[in-house]
């Protein structure tokens, strides 16, 4: 029962940004059960920050719509989960409220930006906890913690209650242990909600089947290529040869605009993450506003002190990315690059019913070890593709190297969610038996 629940152990993960006892209602089917919810989802009544001091203090008056979905699930939202702030990241250390650790070894990063969800599952704090993901933030972390996470078909779930850093590329999605809980979950969240636009109406109610025979399995070289740990490949490879064990065939196809997705990525996702954060002001929320100062100094100031680095970075390339005269050069161009990627998934998921390759180039970082934002970016470069693409893509444990996880990654064509989530079941069921 979730008023039982133990959080001392959170004292070695700091999974958690605020936890919460609370009382499970009545019946449904998550009754009883404690999910955790990443912090950019806004709950009734419980601080949600974003990761952010600028958000500190703020208790949303109203629940998101996931959220919603849960309660009447019968499931006890038992806390709130720790975050790069404003789910800008990939490894959960730029949070304000101090990095998250590995499970698996705590001398390591989670991953990120839903760093603090894939630790609470991995630790055996919760069964199952919902993450967002703008180009890799629950696949990441699941495969860094040794979880399944699932980013839905964009469209699939509501937004509506999410914080928003990139709308045309960000989705709710469910993260747990086991593939068959990743697909409960996602029954229950993935259901029409005529408060966001974006979302057409295709509820997901399926209960994970591991038939895989006949099945096509394409293998993108780019997955394989550059950047990519040899031994992680490795490990993919010797799972996809589980798949066609179990009657699976593989072709090769190719995603020729592979060599612009991050750059199409950043572009976009900073582009629209200016627009968003400008309603940030630090008037209502965070340390008392200096009202002898002007508003733009003051306005500057509050940002300066409560917004951290990583997010001003964001800011401020893609203010510039949308400026007058620029645009036209970059976010534009972006747009291009991203429907030449978005065509190159459509033609290789008419030759294949699925993609599949691993989900990050390496297995978990050490706490500290990526400085410079280059490299924190290029290690997007598996996941961000399938957001720009809208398609659906599940990560599911495959093996380790180093005694660390690697994440085996399932793409397939939108709305096919289902497709995804049964192949990774497959595999699952197979290596588990
Ligand atoms: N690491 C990526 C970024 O920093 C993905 C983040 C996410 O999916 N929220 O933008």
Redesign the pocket.
């Known amino acids: 029962m979730a008023g039982t629940l133990d959080f001392s152990p959170d004292d070695r993960y700091n999974a958690f940004i605020t936890t919460c006892a609370e009382a499970p209602f009545g019946d449904g089917p998550l009754a009883g059960t404690a999910v955790a919810v990443k912090d950019n989802i806004s709950t009734a009544g419980i601080r949600t920050t974003c990761g952010s001091k600028i958000l500190d203090g703020y208790v949303p008056p109203y629940d998101a719509h996931v959220v919603d979905l849960l309660r009447r699930a019968g499931a006890a939202i038992v806390g709130k989960t720790n975050m790069?702030e404003f789910?800008?990241?990939?490894t959960t250390e730029t949070s304000a409220f101090g990095p998250t650790r590995n499970p698996v070894d705590l001398t390591r990063v989670p991953g990120?930006?839903s760093g603090g969800s894939a630790a609470a599952v991995a630790a055996g704090l919760v069964p199952m906890a919902l993450g967002?993901?703008?180009?890799?933030?629950?696949r990441?972390p699941a495969a860094f913690c040794g979880i399944a996470g699932l980013k839905p078909t964009y469209g699939r779930v509501s937004r509506y209650g999410l914080i928003a850093?990139?709308n045309s590329l960000?989705q709710v999605g469910p993260m747990a242990r086991t593939v068959e809980d990743v697909s409960r979950l996602m029954s229950v969240i993935a259901h029409y909600d005529p408060r966001d636009s974006t979302m057409l109406d295709r509820p997901y109610n399926h209960r994970p089947s591991a038939e895989v025979k006949g099945l096509r399995i394409g293998i993108p070289e780019e997955y394989f290529g550059e950047g990519v740990d040899p031994r992680v490949g490795e490990s993919v490879r010797d799972a996809i040869g589980v798949l066609e064990g179990l009657g699976a065939e593989t072709v090769p196809v190719s995603i020729p605009g592979m060599r612009h997705a991050l750059a199409a990525?950043y572009v976009i996702?900073t582009s629209e993450a200016s627009s968003n954060l400008a309603r940030f002001d630090g008037v209502r929320y965070g340390p008392a506003v200096d009202t002898r100062k002007s508003w733009h100094e003051a306005y500057q100031d509050l940002r300066r002190e409560l917004l951290g680095a990583e997010v001003r970075r964001r800011i401020m390339l893609g203010t510039f990315a949308l400026s007058a005269g620029y645009a036209g050069q970059y976010y534009a161009k972006a747009q291009v690059a991203r429907r030449k990627i978005r065509e190159d998934f459509g033609r290789a998921l008419r030759e294949a019913d699925v993609i599949a390759g691993p989900t990050m180039p390496t297995v978990a970082f050490r706490l500290g070890e990526k400085t410079d934002p280059i490299s924190?970016?290029l290690?997007?470069i598996l996941?961000?593709p399938a957001?720009l693409a809208g398609i659906p893509a599940i990560s599911v444990p495959c093996g380790r190297v180093d005694g660390l996880p690697v994440g085996l990654q399932i793409m397939g064509r939108q709305f096919e969610d289902e497709r995804v989530v049964d192949v990774a079941f497959a595999y699952e069921q197979e290596v588990r038996a």
């Open positions: 790069d789910g800008m990241g990939s990120g930006s967002t993901d703008t180009g890799g933030s629950i990441c850093y990139a960000e990525y996702c924190m970016y290690s997007d996941t961000a957001n």
